[in-house]
């Protein structure tokens, strides 16, 4: 499983994640995008529309920690 991270430094603010897949992106106070939650899969087809979708690639896969198992 890779999550998603949004990098702001990349984002300018354009939306267009927001509108594609508005049950995993929002823009934030800020006005840039912000995850909704932090468990946002990247294998999610609507989260995949929306990286393929961003125009600077803020939106980025995030290979998961491996931790304790
Ligand atoms: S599509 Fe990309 S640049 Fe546009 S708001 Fe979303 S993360 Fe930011």
Redesign the pocket.
Known sequence: MKKVI???S?????????Q?DSEN?K?GNDG??ELKNENVQAENPNVVN?ME???????QEKEEESASN
């Open positions: 949004v990098d702001k990349l984002c300018i603010g354009c939306g267009a994640c927001a594609i992106f823009i840039l995008s929306a979708a961003c125009p600077t690639g803020a939106i």
